[in-house]
Structures are given as C-alpha cells and as structure tokens.
C-alpha cells in the first residue's frame, strides 16, 4: 500500500506571492489534516478535511486555506506570501472514523519565502 | 485549548532505559499520541492512548493518567537510532475529528 505524497518536495517563492500544495492520502483514508512545523512553534495544526468538507480549523489567518477533492486529494494555498511562513508543511491521513487511529504523515513540502 | 510541556532534550546511554514525560492541560480530551522524528524526516507513529494505563510495544511503552494529564513514553534497550525527536500530541473531543495538538517535542541523544 502506497504512502502519504506530498509534492512538490521543495518550493521558492518570494513574498507576496501565493504557493498550492498537494496531498494524496493513503488508499481508502478520507481524512487529510494539514500541518506547520517550524524550529520556533513546533507542529501546529492547520485544519482537517473529511470527505470534502473542513472539519477542524486551527488558530491560522485566511490566506491559509484549503479543499478536498471527491478522491480524498487535498490542497492547501497559502496567500501573499509572508517571510514567516517559511517552514515544512506536513500533511497527515487517517481513515477518518473510529477512536483509534494512527495519522500517517508524508514527507513534507519545504517552503522557503524569500 | 490545549498546554502541553515536556522536556526540551534529554540524554541517555546506549542500552539504557529512558522516560520521556508529556504533562498537557485540555478543555477537551480524546487521547494522547507519541511520534518519533528523526531530523528531516515526517513524525512516525509510536502509540495512542485513551485510557488510563500502560501500552507495550516491543522497546517502546508509553503511560497515561487522565486525572493528571500526564503521558510518559518509555524507551528500553536504547540504541543510536533512536536518538530523535519524540512528540506528545493530544487529540481535542471538539469537532468529531482528528485535530491534533503537538508539544515542542523533547529532542533525545543517546550515547555511547
């Protein structure tokens, strides 16, 4: 069974500019969560999508945003780009319903902002 | 919302046993999660924990005590690979989800 990918891997862009990520779950999971880890805040949650629909949001302004595709695929784009938002954006899938769940990462989009 | 604090570094021996301790404050408790991550890697899975007690899984073990709010992973028979970052992660009851809350993570360097 295939993994979590993520591309691309690495990304430049410069301020001001708008950057998509991209997520394929596992086979089968329909939950896809959305992560910011940097060295000074750690992992910090973004917001959650289960079977197209946002399902948990966390503490981030509006450029970050996101969707889920009817194939469980998730995008996430950030907006005008800030120096800040440099940082490795990881996203996650688990299969969405039960109370225990392991929440399988991929490896990661590393994002430079210039 | 959610608190969590463990130790920012730790140091043990090769062959040693060592604890890493997660305290965590919530308005909403629906389990704790370690990963492990190695420097450029994703979080790997170690544990969950719902209730109370103690989970094995061969070297790794991992404690929690609700009416404490407090989680501990145990490390025995350490080896080099092992030296890691290691997170403590809660989950929030709100929303039905999978929202999960992740401390700094607690940075291990095993020696020999």
């Known amino acids: ?114 | 919302g959610q608190n969590i604090d463990q130790p920012t570094e730790m140091t043990a021996t090769e062959g040693a046993i060592v604890q890493i301790n997660c305290t965590y404050q919530t308005s909403g408790f629906n389990g704790l999660f370690w990963y492990q991550q190695h420097a450029g890697e994703a979080p790997t899975f170690l544990s969950y924990n719902v209730l109370d007690g103690l989970e094995e899984k061969g070297r790794f073990s991992s404690f929690l005590s609700r009416s404490k709010g407090y989680s501990y992973l145990l490390l025995k028979e350490l080896q080099m690979k092992d030296s890691a970052s290691y997170l403590c992660a809660v989950r929030d009851i709100g929303g039905g989800g999978n929202k999960l809350t992740f401390g700094t993570g607690t940075q291990l360097k095993v020696e020999l």
């Open chain 1, 1 to 114: 069974k295939a993994g979590v990918t993520q591309t691309p891997r690495y990304l430049i862009k410069t301020r001001g500019q708008q950057v998509t990520l991209s997520c394929s779950p596992i086979s089968g999971h329909r939950s896809v969560s959305w992560y910011q880890q940097t060295p000074g805040q750690g992992l910090q949650f973004l917001f959650e999508y289960f079977s197209e629909t946002q399902r948990n949001k966390g503490n981030f302004p509006g450029r970050f945003s996101g969707r889920q595709f009817s194939n469980s695929r998730s995008e996430m784009n950030v907006s005008t780009l800030e120096l800040g938002d440099s940082a490795l954006y990881l996203c996650a899938s688990f299969t969405g319903t039960g109370n225990y769940n392991e929440q399988f990462f991929g490896p990661g989009t590393r994002l430079t902002v210039l």
